[in-house]
């Protein structure tokens, strides 16, 4: 992650704008915290991917939230709907007025986290494969010149994670929608926190899905029940809680289960001052060992 973000400042001279490539189930947490210092005033396209598996009144909700920001456009988007990409060309001209020409072309830095559709979107306004696609995180390596026509060249980067996530909740998230790797994640951990969060906001929705005749109790039930259902079972019966915790977070992924967005403006605005307690107050405890520290030589 060091190496590409270096190599991002080493081209930002020759960018004029920014695309950068959203989950709209989590545009918070799939947004990366260290573009915005890197990318400064240059205009930014923030495109919100798969809308076809999130909530469409918050993906409108997120567009003109994200909009509040400077030199800042939108564009939710359903790779399934190809006529959708002429927007993005139009857009590119908007935000950059004074290039477009064969002689003075716009220059674009397209960027994204791991999985979010970064490389499909790049094959489908080239018109040709060109970026390696797949279901598994981090398939780009390298950093590739892309000619769409319009008189627009795209830089494209490898899926960026940043060094540490902050905020315990958008890693559950990022978990949760496949950004992480599932060799590095376990599937009953974060399938709990899935659990609670459907527990509190979708009940219906995985009462129905799973045919279930009464709504959980726990997210331990509804796991239990899930496993029972999908005959996730180990010896004498019991539940195979990884097996049904993986059935439960592909469900949400393919969106078997609906159409949910799990985060809000609201809701994050309340774990980023949650999150900001917990920093200060972990600076604070360091600072007061240092000093302890200090006095005790």
């Not at 696609?133 to 390298?142: D, K, L, M, R």
């Amino acid at each position: 992650m060091h190496k590409a973000q270096k190599e991002i400042k080493k081209r930002l001279p020759d960018v004029d704008m920014f695309i950068e490539v959203l989950d709209a189930r989590i545009p918070y947490s799939s947004e990366n915290p260290m573009l915005a210092n890197i990318r400064g005033n240059k205009p930014c396209i923030k495109i919100l991917n798969k809308t076809d598996l999130a909530d469409d009144a918050k993906t409108k909700i997120w567009q003109d939230y994200l909009e509040q920001k400077k030199n800042t456009k939108t564009l939710a988007l359903n790779l399934q709907q190809p006529n959708k990409t002429e927007q993005i060309f139009s857009l590119c001209r908007k935000l950059v007025p004074n290039k477009g020409t064969k002689i003075t072309p716009i220059t674009c830095l397209i960027t994204g986290i791991p999985n979010v559709g970064k490389s499909t979107l790049i094959n489908t306004l080239a018109g040709r494969s060109i970026a390696k696609t797949g279901n598994e995180p981090a398939v780009t390596q390298t950093q590739q010149r892309i000619d769409l026509g319009n008189n627009i060249i795209l830089f494209d980067t490898p899926g960026l994670l940043w060094p540490k996530v902050e905020n315990e909740d958008s890693g559950y998230r990022l978990a949760i929608t496949g950004a992480i790797k599932d060799t590095a994640i376990e599937y009953d951990d974060i399938a709990y926190y899935a659990a609670d969060y459907f527990l509190e906001h979708a009940l219906a929705a995985v009462t129905k899905r799973y045919s279930l005749e009464e709504p959980p109790r726990d997210a331990t039930a509804l796991l239990q029940a899930i496993g029972k259902k999908r005959g996730a079972l180990i010896s004498g019966g019991r539940v195979d809680l990884n097996k049904s915790s993986a059935i439960f977070i592909h469900d949400y992924r393919s969106g078997t289960l609906g159409n949910f967005t799990l985060e809000t403006p609201i809701s994050i605005e309340i774990e980023i001052a949650k999150t900001e307690k917990i920093i200060a107050e972990k600076l604070a405890k360091k600072q007061a060992r240092k000093a302890n520290w200090k006095k005790k030589r």
